[in-house]
């Protein structure tokens, strides 16, 4: 009887350990995807603002070329 309980003990904590490392796992991949998620959106905040800076000087060439006409 000790020795069933021992292995039930042993499947036990052989599940719990799995159950843990797999639980490490899904967290080290999901702060993976969240930080190239971060890395992404920060990519894509420079090309907003690249072409906004883009969109604000034609602008104001356009401007000056309207006011000479």
């Known amino acids: 009887m000790d020795k069933n309980i021992g292995e039930q003990l042993n499947k ?3 599940a719990f350990r799995q159950a843990c490392m ?3 796992h899904a ?3 999901l702060q993976q995807k969240v930080e190239n ?3 992404q959106i920060r990519e894509q905040q420079e090309k907003i603002e690249l072409q906004n800076s883009i ?3 034609l602008k104001s060439q356009l401007a000056a070329l309207n006011a000479n006409r």
């Open 55 to 57: 969109i604000a000087k």
């Open 12 to 14: 036990a904590y052989e």
């Open 27 to 29: 967290v080290k991949e």
């Open 37 to 39: 998620y971060m890395q």
């Open 22 to 24: 797999d639980r490490d």
